[in-house]
């Protein structure tokens, strides 16, 4: 007797040939299919996520049409991974796939796992706080939290140490200065940015000292417009880097100030993750937006790097 490859059922008959294969009805559910091997679906899946195989690929493999590939992952459950509640670090960002499509991660700098992710539209303050708050109502010890910086997020977390990500730090500068100034205090400015991950807080902070004092009278500069009268600062943009630097210093070595804690000064292990993600998903271009949530599941449920 053989068993349906729809519902299972073990009530079925034969039903002819087709191209020499023997054809079966399933009297449960009305359906026809071809007999042969199985296929698993676990083991399919398998081959799909992690072999990056793609539904063409699969259905010339095992024979059959790329919808039968594709009914056959629908299948697939994304089994529920369990965390228990300790002591973490938590590392949060977001990344994108178009303009309203976003991925929210709070992953554990310690163990690597990943805690808690949300699919957004935008990335939100009140949707960061909101992660930290379920993390803590799961019985989670937020030890610290290294983040991007986004322009408000630091005040929400006042009793837990928070680090600037230093490589959003310095992306900043870049975006100010742009990569390859030409201004000779733009030059050393990124120079001495350079520094920042390779040094401690006193050498940094005295050698922004050192530049600005260098340089105070070149960032005062104005310029008059003619048709107003009225005038503004010449070199907005480096000003504004200047300022960057300035205003986030109390974050940027918070983990130099907690060394015991052993905080990471940047958010790279998730943002390798996120690349390792897209990668993958680039083979199977095309998903809807079900099936890519559940692409995206399945990888942050077994991903621990």
Same mark, same amino acid.
């Given at each position: 007797?053989?068993?349906?490859?729809?519902?299972?059922?073990?009530?079925?008959?034969?039903?002819?040939?087709? *191209?020499?294969?023997?054809?079966?009805?399933?009297?449960?559910?009305?359906?026809?299919?071809?007999?042969?091997?199985?296929?698993?679906?676990?083991?399919?899946?398998?081959?799909?996520?992690?072999?990056?195989?793609?539904?063409?690929? *699969?259905?010339?493999?095992?024979?059959?049409?790329?919808?039968?590939?594709?009914?056959?992952?629908?299948?697939?459950?994304?089994?529920?991974?369990?965390?228990?509640?300790?002591?973490?670090?938590? *590392?949060?960002?977001?990344?994108?796939?178009?303009?309203?499509?976003?991925?929210?991660?709070?992953?554990?700098?310690?163990?690597?796992?990943?805690?808690?992710?949300?699919?957004?539209?935008?990335?939100?303050?009140? *949707?960061?706080?909101?992660?930290?708050?379920?993390?803590?109502?799961?019985?989670?010890?937020?030890?610290?939290?290294?983040?991007?910086?986004?322009?408000?997020?630091?005040?929400?977390?006042?009793?837990? %140490?928070?680090?600037?990500?230093?490589?959003?730090?310095?992306?900043?500068?870049?975006?100010?200065?742009? #990569?390859?100034?030409?201004?000779?205090?733009?030059?050393?400015?990124?120079?001495?940015?350079?520094?920042?991950?390779?040094?401690?807080?006193?050498?940094?902070?005295?050698?922004?000292?050192? =530049?600005?004092? #260098?340089?105070?009278?070149?960032?005062?500069?104005?310029?008059?417009?003619?048709?107003?009268?009225?005038?503004?600062?010449?070199?907005?943009?480096?000003?504004?880097?200047?300022?960057?630097?300035?205003?986030?210093?109390? =974050?940027?070595?918070?983990?130099?100030?907690?060394?015991?804690?052993?905080? %990471?000064?940047?958010?790279?292990?998730?943002?390798?993750?996120?690349?390792?993600?897209?990668?993958?998903?680039?083979?199977?271009?095309?998903?809807?937006?079900?099936?890519?949530?559940?692409?995206?599941?399945?990888?942050?449920?077994?991903?621990?790097?």
């Amino acid at each position: 007797m053989k068993k349906c490859k729809f519902c299972d059922s073990l009530n079925t008959h034969k039903y002819g040939t087709r *191209l020499n294969k023997q054809r079966y009805k399933c009297l449960n559910c009305n359906k026809i299919f071809n007999g042969g091997k199985q296929i698993s679906v676990d083991f399919l899946w398998d081959e799909y996520a992690r072999g990056k195989q793609t539904y063409i690929q *699969l259905a010339v493999k095992y024979g059959c049409s790329k919808r039968t590939i594709q009914r056959k992952l629908d299948l697939y459950q994304v089994k529920q991974a369990e965390i228990i509640p300790k002591k973490v670090i938590v *590392l949060m960002d977001t990344t994108y796939w178009g303009k309203s499509f976003g991925l929210m991660l709070f992953k554990d700098a310690y163990s690597k796992e990943n805690l808690l992710w949300y699919y957004v539209k935008s990335e939100t303050n009140t *949707l960061y706080i909101k992660g930290i708050k379920e993390l803590k109502s799961k019985g989670f010890v937020i030890v610290a939290i290294v983040c991007d910086g986004r322009k408000g997020l630091f005040g929400a977390f006042k009793d837990t %140490p928070v680090q600037l990500c230093q490589f959003h730090q310095v992306a900043t500068i870049r975006r100010y200065i742009t #990569k390859k100034p030409k201004m000779p205090a733009s030059i050393d400015l990124k120079l001495h940015v350079a520094m920042l991950k390779n040094t401690d807080k006193e050498s940094f902070e005295g050698g922004l000292k050192m =530049w600005f004092v #260098k340089w105070e009278s070149f960032l005062n500069e104005r310029t008059i417009n003619i048709e107003t009268g009225k005038s503004y600062f010449t070199h907005k943009r480096l000003r504004s880097a200047y300022r960057s630097l300035n205003t986030n210093m109390t =974050w940027l070595f918070t983990w130099y100030d907690y060394y015991e804690l052993n905080i %990471p000064n940047t958010t790279n292990m998730i943002d390798g993750h996120f690349s390792d993600l897209k990668n993958k998903l680039r083979n199977h271009n095309g998903l809807t937006k079900e099936r890519k949530i559940k692409f995206i599941n399945e990888f942050l449920r077994a991903k621990k790097i």
